[in-house]
Each structure stands twice: as structure tokens, then as C-alpha cells.
């Protein structure tokens, strides 16, 4: 009789263990956690967890507590559409991610078959949401600012501040790094400066010798690079050891360490283009101050990550379900998502409204907004 009812008492454990695991909500976080831009996949990864962390202790989500899922596409498209897959098929309907546009966008199609939300907290390229629309996918989101929008922002304060100068634009050739600097490109052009040159490279090369020597014969006295943080690095370092200096322009992918720690002294007056400093947002103060204290410091896409999160958090509680579509829905209907980047509207294709911008320049290993 004891045995019975000690099985029994272990069985109603079980049951009970199951049960609330399965009225936990998991929210899938997909990045380049491993490989070069490595260190981007953490900031998501921090952003998320902490995210969690918070909302969960104050209750989670209708009562619900969130689980954060963590996948790894290495910036890759092929990778990243074999992930979108296995997320589904977990069914996992909230995605946090992806990073790279590159990436996103045909993981996008995955998504939105399958009716999941994808809230994307770092890729700029416009194709994403514009396809989507045009699609009649609605639960294609970012929360993040468009290429054309930085273009817009930058391209013309390019063509005003560097009038009659030797201006190069040169890119990676991803979905990201050429979407950025065609966009920079236009509006610079249309703010009446026209470049001495116009490139693509080869991402991952080691040796950038000849295009330093063909930038240093057309005398470039600045350069516009849309791509990431290794190559930027190296192109610098490279022309420092010819003797030969301009001034680097860059999309907001280089608001890491990393970028130093790869550049070097070379690095020094570096600018680049991010949303006006997450940080700086008292609805961070919090959020910040408790990232740091775990041994993180919150750049970059961290706090975009963090406001995805929220995002899908409040809509599931704006919309009363977990239904992707309704929440999607939700999230479109006019009204702010207090984040940590502040109150965020979305448009009908799911972009964020009223995005604003800081010109940020490295000095000595660090970041910060320059008067414009």
C-alpha cells in the first residue's frame, strides 16, 4: 500500500512537472552564434535571455512562463533556412532573429508558410518586409531600422560634409553590406557627390593589399564600406601599414569590441551609423544596469534583441493568444510597445515607425554619438 502510494505521489509529480512544461511558451532565438560575427549571436542571446528573465519574474505571459530556444545559423542562408525548418517542426512559433539579412530573408518563407512570427531585431534590408507585404505574409516583422532609412540619414550628410572629396563605396556583396552602401550610395549621389569608385569584395579574405594600393592611387579621403567588422578591421590595419589614412564610414555593424580588437590603433575616428543609443533610454536604465552586472556589456543588437522579447510578450497579452497572426495583428494596430528602446510602433509591413539615428565615432577602444 505504501509503495502504491508512493508511485502514485510520484506520478502526480510527473504529471504535474508536464503539465506546467507544457504551459510554458518558448520563443526561438536564431543568430550566428558560432563563426565570425560571432559576438552579434551573443548579443542576441544575452538580449533574449535577459528579456526572459525579467518578464518571467514578474509573472511571464498570461501566466505563462517563457523559454528561450537558441539556434545557430552562422550567417548563412542555407544553414539559416535548415534551422527555420527545425524550428517549425518544433513547433516553435516565435522567432527572435535572424541577424543577417542575408539570412533572414529566405528564412523569412519558412516562417511565414508556416504561419510562425518573425521578429527580426537586426536585418536592415529592405526586401524582407517589402516581399513579405507584397506576399501577404503579415507575420514578417523587424524590430530594427531599414537600409533605405539609414541611406536616407547618412547619404546626404556624406555628400554636404565631404563635398569635393574622393569618396569610395565599397561592399560585400551580402544581401546587407551591398543593400546598405546601394542605399548610401543613391542618397549621397542625389545630395550631389558622386564617388571615385564603386567595389565589391570578397568577404572573409585576409589580404586587402590591392585594394589599398588602388584606393590610395585615387586618393579616396573617405570610404563608405557596407559589410562587417573582420574585413573593416583588416582593411584598415592594411592601409595604416602603407602609410595611407581616410576616413571609414560604416552601417551599424561594427558597434562591437570586436571592431577594435581586430583594428587596432587603425581604427581611430572610425563612424559609424546606429539608432539613436539604447542605452542612453532611461526605460533601459534597468535592463542595463542588470546585464552589466552579469559580466555583459549590452551593445549593439542586445537591447533590440531584448525589445523583441517584449514585444512578443505584450502582443500575446494585447491579443489574448498565442496565435502568431493575431498577435502579428496586434502589433500593427497603432498603439506603442513599451520597450527598452523606447515605445515602438509598427506599420502595416511591419516596420518600426520614426526610427532615429546617432553618428557614432571609436576613440581609444570606444564608442559614442558625435554632434552632427
Not at 532565438?29 to 560571432?38: D, E, F, I, R, S
Not at 546587407?176 to 572573409?204: F, H, W
Not at 585594394?211 to 578591421?233: N, R, S
Not at 512578443?312 to 498577435?327: C, H, L, N, T, Y
Amino acid at each position: 500500500m505504501i509503495k502504491k502510494t508512493l508511485l502514485g505521489a510520484v506520478f502526480a509529480g510527473l504529471m504535474m512537472s508536464a503539465s506546467a512544461y507544457a504551459d510554458d511558451i518558448t520563443f526561438a532565438v536564431v543568430g550566428p552564434m558560432t563563426g565570425q560575427l560571432a559576438n552579434i549571436g551573443d548579443q542576441f542571446r544575452q538580449g533574449a535571455e535577459a528579456a526572459a528573465k525579467a518578464i518571467n519574474e514578474k509573472g511571464g505571459v498570461m501566466g505563462r512562463q517563457i523559454k528561450i530556444s537558441v539556434e545557430d545559423d552562422v550567417c548563412d542562408p542555407k544553414q539559416a533556412v535548415s534551422v527555420a525548418n527545425r524550428i517549425v517542426a518544433n513547433s516553435i512559433m516565435f522567432i527572435d532573429g535572424h541577424a543577417c539579412s542575408g539570412s533572414s530573408i529566405p528564412a523569412s518563407a519558412v516562417y511565414a508558410e508556416s504561419g510562425a512570427l518573425m521578429m527580426s531585431p537586426a536585418s536592415s534590408n529592405p526586401v524582407l518586409t517589402d516581399d513579405a507585404a507584397a506576399k501577404g505574409w503579415p507575420t514578417i516583422m523587424r524590430l530594427y531600422t531599414r537600409d533605405d532609412a539609414q541611406g536616407a540619414f547618412i547619404g546626404p550628410w556624406i555628400a554636404k560634409k565631404y563635398a569635393g572629396k574622393n569618396v569610395v563605396i565599397l561592399h560585400d556583396k551580402s544581401a546587407y553590406g551591398q543593400g546598405v552602401a546601394d542605399a548610401v550610395k543613391a542618397t549621397m549621389n542625389e545630395g550631389g557627390l558622386k564617388e571615385v569608385m564603386y567595389e565589391g569584395i570578397n568577404a572573409g579574405e585576409k589580404d586587402y593589399s590591392a585594394l589599398v594600393t588602388k584606393m590610395k592611387e585615387l586618393k579616396a579621403d573617405v570610404v563608405y564600406f557596407g559589410g562587417y567588422h573582420p574585413e573593416a578591421g583588416l582593411m584598415l590595419r592594411q592601409s595604416a601599414e602603407q602609410g595611407f589614412k581616410f576616413q571609414l564610414i560604416m552601417p551599424d555593424s561594427i558597434a562591437s569590441p570586436e571592431f577594435w580588437q581586430i583594428a587596432g590603433p587603425a581604427g581611430e575616428g572610425t563612424m559609424f551609423v546606429f539608432p539613436s543609443d539604447p542605452q542612453a533610454k532611461p526605460e533601459a536604465k534597468e535592463a542595463v544596469e542588470k546585464i552589466k552586472a552579469g559580466g555583459f556589456v549590452p551593445e549593439g543588437f542586445t537591447l533590440f534583441s531584448y525589445a523583441t522579447i517584449q514585444a512578443f510578450a505584450q502582443g500575446i497579452e494585447r491579443a489574448g493568444s498565442d496565435d502568431p497572426m493575431k498577435v502579428a495583428e496586434a502589433l500593427k494596430n497603432g498603439q506603442p510597445i513599451q520597450t527598452v528602446v523606447g515605445d515602438v510602433t509598427f506599420d502595416e509591413k511591419g516596420d518600426l515607425k520614426n526610427a532615429s539615428y546617432d553618428i557614432n565615432q571609436w576613440h581609444d577602444g570606444k564608442y559614442a554619438p558625435i554632434a552632427q
